[in-house]
T-cell receptor
């Protein structure tokens, strides 16, 4: 059974700081690893999708890495901005006949001006 | 813009009174999912449709049902809501079930049970 853990649960940083969010998963037979952003009271927005054959993906100031052997993924945010304040969730995809996503509980990020 | 739409955004119901949440999509995706997310918890998959094929998660209570009358619409029916069913309900879609592409989420419906 896949379990996904995110540490820290909350993070507060000043604007401009580079930061790393961590995600760990128990089942290395992961199909893909996704990072989502969730604003308060809203749905999820996909940020990055890393297939199991890939090591990392980049989009703008975001870079996500995947290390299946250690069961870890990181989301790197460069030059953080107040608009980055949100909850970031990672989700491990398992191919159980379909792409089932198992989510972590998220890291709540606050970027102060 | 193509998107996933959920109505209503907020729903208040009474204990035991049936309620229906709706989801529509303009993406023409084959797969539609329903997730339950309780406060400060991870989204939890309830079930999904692959085209007309309904797939229930093993631990989804019988109190939860779903209908997909056509490609664009999917409904979540809660037959007898309990206080523990208060949560955000998220609808998502994906083109297929291969995992090569991401899931697209709607804004969610927040359900309050009085």
């Amino acid at each position: 059974k896949q379990e996904v853990t995110q540490i820290p649960a909350a993070l507060s940083v000043p604007e401009g700081e580079n930061l790393v969010l961590n995600c760990s998963f128990t089942d290395s037979a992961i199909y893909n690893l996704q990072w989502f952003r969730q604003d308060p009271g809203k749905g999820l927005t996909s940020l990055l999708l890393i297939q199991s054959s890939q090591r990392e993906q980049t989009s703008g100031r975001l870079n996500a890495s995947l290390d299946k052997s250690s069961g870890r993924s990181t989301l790197y945010i460069a030059a953080s901005q107040p608009g980055d304040s949100a909850t970031y969730l990672c989700a491990g995809g398992r191919n159980t006949g379909f792409q089932k996503l198992v989510f972590g509980t998220g890291t709540r990020l606050l970027v102060s001006p | 813009d193509a998107m996933v739409i959920q109505n209503p955004r907020y729903q208040v119901t009474q204990f035991g009174k049936p309620v229906t949440l709706s989801c529509s999509q303009t993406l023409n995706h084959n797969v539609m999912y329903w997730y339950q997310q309780k406060s400060s918890q991870a989204p939890k998959l309830l079930f999904h449709y692959y085209d007309k094929d309904f797939n229930n998660e093993a631990d989804t209570p019988d109190n939860f049902q779903s209908r997909r009358p056509n490609t664009s619409f999917c409904f979540l029916d809660i037959r007898s809501p309990g206080l523990g069913d208060a949560a955000m309900y998220l609808c998502a879609t994906s083109r297929d079930r291969t995992g090569r592409e991401t899931q697209y989420f709607g804004p969610g419906t927040r359900l309050l049970v009085l």
